[in-house]
């Protein structure tokens, strides 16, 4: 990632790390003023923005380090395992919620129906919704996967606040007060579901995933055009580590070519790859023509 792109992505961290308190203290002051299981529940959640928002901000900071001695690759996953982690306190904060509903609906408690804390909470979900939206943008423009992270789970937490604003109307008027505490659960399995969503996109993240087949396609076809008195490209293998895609294949040139030669036509391939693979590490292997598979990358 660029020095500009990285120091974007980092103050975006502070950003939603800001947001987060700012929303929880809303939610929290919603709770309290209408003392519903529900909104609590909505407020419990808003804890668990604020833990991401940290664990991502450390992560943006720590994946724009330079590789050095020590991680010769870079620091790049470390987004990945913020992902992680981000999924382990979601999961954390569905099993409060599990208590606070099951002793709610056990022993159902009254709430009342405050104007100033719903108008709370509904400031308190614009809020995350505007920032969620923001969060996806930039993180998606940046190559960022804890930013993308951050912005999928306040996005369940809008639709779920949404759900529980709505429900909460439904039981004052129904009298039904179990309905709040049911509401409440309702809110834990659809953050549990988000928190499961992120690990597993994740835990793919650390696996060395491959390019998507169009990035392939066209690190294939920029190959071909571009390694003019080659013979041919084969074993090309590409992984992405957060930002970074590492491309690596073998090059097979005329045996009579000198190194210099080979060497410029690996400078014009490395150099289109660039420009058209944003954050590409290329790794080129030269061989000679009796190496050839006649099954990779036909030179055009």
């Known amino acids: 990632m660029a020095k500009g792109s990285s120091d974007i992505v980092v103050r975006v961290a502070y950003g939603s790390l800001a947001v987060g308190i700012v929303v929880l203290a809303l939610k929290a002051f919603a709770a309290w003023a209408t003392g519903s299981i529900a909104l609590y529940s909505d407020a419990l959640e808003?804890?668990?923005n604020v833990v991401t928002a940290l664990v991502a901000l450390v992560a943006v900071r720590l994946s724009a380090k330079p590789a050095d001695a020590s991680l010769p690759y870079g620091y790049h996953k470390a987004e990945y395992f913020s992902a992680v982690v981000i999924g382990i306190f979601i999961a954390v904060a569905a099993l409060l919620i599990f208590r606070e509903a099951y002793f709610g609906f056990?022993?159902?408690?009254?709430f009342k129906l405050d104007p100033l804390g719903l108008g709370v909470s509904v400031l308190a979900t614009a809020l995350?919704?505007?920032?969620?939206?923001?969060?996806?943008?930039?993180?998606?423009k940046n190559h960022s996967p804890a930013l993308v992270a951050d912005g999928r789970h306040l996005t369940t937490d809008v639709v779920s606040t949404v759900g529980v604003l709505v429900g909460v109307l439904?039981?004052?008027a129904t009298g039904i007060h179990q309905l709040d505490a049911v509401l409440a659960a309702l809110v834990g399995l659809t953050i549990?579901?988000?928190g499961w969503e992120l690990i597993k996109q994740s835990v793919i993240g650390l696996m060395d995933v491959a390019v998507e087949p169009k990035v392939l396609g066209k690190i294939r076809d920029i190959i071909s055009a571009n390694a003019d008195g080659a013979i041919e490209a084969h074993d090309i293998r590409t992984r992405q580590a957060g930002k970074m895609i590492f491309v690596e294949f073998h090059l097979v040139v005329p045996g009579a070519m000198s190194v210099e030669a080979a060497h410029a036509i690996c400078d014009v391939i490395e150099?289109?790859?660039r420009e058209a693979v944003e954050n590409a590490q290329i790794t080129i292997h030269v061989e000679p023509e009796e190496k050839a598979k006649h099954s990779g990358i036909v030179v055009v």
């Open 271 to 273: 150099a289109k790859l």
């Open 46 to 48: 808003s804890v668990v």
């Open 192 to 194: 549990l579901w988000s």
């Open 128 to 140: 995350n919704a505007g920032w969620a939206y923001w969060l996806l943008r930039m993180g998606r």
């Open 170 to 172: 439904l039981a004052a």
């Open 106 to 110: 056990i022993a159902p408690r009254e």
